[in-house]
């Protein structure tokens, strides 16, 4: 009865490696978002979608991209993995884009050595 | 975040005591002010929040105030529990997208 899960948990990869993350939630949202949260806990907005279109595309690498099959999956796939990606990633959702509740999902720990 | 500053960045409190976070903004079209509960190894959640239209709201032992004028906004618990230490976030919703402050690591000893 997980609402927003993420696979997977743990991630260790070498630097120059493609890896993606997957989320999906159960709880009917429109609007899905990736989060990326570094070594010192600040949380940052990555990307949001909403009923599968992309709404905010924050300054991230290219080598990030997102993909929404349906609204309830966004699934995060990085190219080149570098050791400056290394952190947690967290999927959210919430029914609608801003002012919103946003439930976030347990998190991605991804190192890359 | 640059544009949401929240202090103390750590807060250490005896069990019973109230705890006080405080975040200020700078938009002044923000007018949704959530606050998330970041539990080790766990993702954030929302534990109270506030609109613009709305000085003060509670919930239990939870407490937040809104100055608009100022830009400030806190976050207030009264008689702490072990169970409450945790990194607390503020945000603001900026454009629809969620600034989120620094975070402040409360510690509640008992």
């Known amino acids: 009865d997980t609402a927003v899960s993420q696979t997977p948990k743990y991630l260790v990869t070498q630097m120059g490696n493609d890896k993606s993350i997957k989320c999906e939630q159960n709880?009917?949202?429109?609007?899905m978002y990736w989060y990326k949260q570094d070594s010192k806990k600040f949380l940052k907005i990555m990307f949001s979608?909403?009923?599968?279109?992309?709404?905010i595309n924050e300054t991230v690498p290219n080598r990030f991209s997102p993909k929404s099959p349906d609204k309830a999956h966004l699934n995060l796939h990085i190219n080149s993995l570098e050791l400056g990606d290394s952190a947690v990633y967290f999927c959210?959702?919430?029914?609608?884009?801003?002012?919103?509740?946003?439930?976030f999902g347990p998190g991605t720990r991804l190192l890359v050595l | 975040g640059e544009n949401v500053e929240q202090h103390p960045s750590t807060l250490s409190v005896q069990e019973g005591d109230s705890a006080v976070i405080k975040c200020t903004y700078s938009d002044s079209a923000s007018n949704y002010f959530p606050w998330y509960k970041q539990e080790l190894g766990k993702g954030p959640q929302l534990i109270i929040d506030i609109r613009s239209n709305v000085g003060e709201k509670k919930d239990q032992r939870i407490a937040v105030t809104l100055n608009k004028t100022a830009k400030h906004f806190s976050l207030h618990i009264t008689e702490t529990q072990p169970e409450d230490s945790a990194v607390y976030f503020c945000?603001?919703?900026?454009?629809?997208?969620?600034?989120f402050g620094a975070g402040t690591q409360v510690v509640v000893t008992p």
């Open positions: 945000a603001e919703d900026s454009w629809g997208k969620l600034q």
């Open positions: 709880l009917g949202h429109d609007t």
């Open positions: 979608y909403n009923n599968k279109e992309l709404i």
């Open positions: 959210a959702s919430s029914q609608e884009p801003g002012q919103e509740t946003q439930y």
